[in-house]
Structures are given as structure tokens and as C-alpha cells.
């Protein structure tokens, strides 16, 4: 097994897959009708370059995009750099998505009982000058099938 690989999935690419997964049955049961790999057009000038995002709508009225995010803090209760510059990653693609959709960060909640956080609420706290204002944060508790707005 790899150093990186997470304990409890066959690879980081398969617990992806089953979080987005999670994210849909949790959209759909909300009454929110969602497709997997939604493509919307980005970009910061005049010129656009499609983007798929994990989850969207791209109907009118009904227009949103989700990116879905399953990191954990390390194992020794570290803070996971290399995946929170995908988190940044992610806020530049809402910040260059087109105006009119509902843009969801969706992040499993993984609290560090060391730094007395959830990952997502230490994002927030480290990075909040990169999150667009229109992007909405929830912070999804599997196990309880719940959700927090961070």
C-alpha cells in the first residue's frame, strides 16, 4: 500500500468516487436535481474553457455546481497542504464559473481533536481571503447523514 493511500478505501480514487456518490443520493434527497460531471464554462477574460465540476444543473431556475472534496487531516492530526491547495483550486474554478449558478463546496467533516477543528472550519479560518462570497460551504457528516454550513 502506498504511504499516501488512504487506510480505508481501495485507492484515494475509489473513496473520491464513493463521496461524490454520498453527494448525490444527499442532493437527490433534498430535492435537488443533480447530474455527475457537469461541464459549465470558466474562465477570467473573454475567452471560456469548459470545466467539469463533480456534481451540477446547468437547467435554468435551477442552475448549480458542486465540487466535492473527501480529505482528512494526516494521521497525526497535520494539516494536509497538498489538499487544500486543491480546495484553492476549487475556489478559482467558482470564482471563474459564469454568474447565476449556486455554487456548493462539499467536504466530509473530519474533526482533529488536536487542533479542536473540523478541516473545513480550518480552511475557512486559513483561507477565507480565496473564497469567492457566493460559494457555500457544507460540511457533510456521513456517518449521521447530515449536513453543517460552514
Same mark, same amino acid.
Given at each position: 500500500m502506498n504511504?499516501?493511500?488512504r487506510v480505508d478505501s481501495i485507492s484515494n480514487a475509489?473513496?473520491?468516487? +464513493?463521496? +461524490?456518490?454520498?453527494?448525490y443520493k444527499y442532493f437527490q434527497g433534498l430535492g435537488i436535481p443533480v447530474s455527475k460531471a457537469v461541464s459549465v464554462p470558466c474562465g477570467v477574460s473573454d475567452f471560456k474553457k469548459q470545466h467539469v465540476f463533480d456534481l451540477g444543473n446547468t437547467q435554468e431556475g435551477s442552475k448549480v455546481i458542486i465540487e466535492c472534496k473527501s480529505h482528512r487531516w494526516t494521521s497525526g492530526g497535520n494539516v494536509p497542504s497538498a489538499k487544500l491547495t486543491v480546495w484553492n +483550486?476549487?475556489?478559482y474554478y467558482f470564482m471563474a464559473a459564469p454568474e447565476g449558478y449556486r455554487k456548493v463546496f462539499f467536504v466530509l467533516r473530519d474533526y482533529?481533536? !488536536?487542533r479542536g477543528l473540523?478541516?473545513?472550519e480550518y480552511y475557512v479560518d486559513?483561507? !477565507?481571503h480565496l473564497i469567492p462570497k457566493d460559494v457555500?460551504?457544507? +460540511?457533510y457528516n456521513q456517518?449521521?447523514?447530515t449536513v453543517k454550513v460552514i
Open positions: 504511504n499516501f493511500q475509489h473513496a473520491g468516487r +464513493e463521496f +461524490e456518490d454520498s453527494a +483550486e476549487a475556489m482533529c481533536g !488536536k473540523t478541516l473545513a486559513k483561507y !477565507k457555500e460551504i457544507w +460540511e456517518p449521521n447523514d
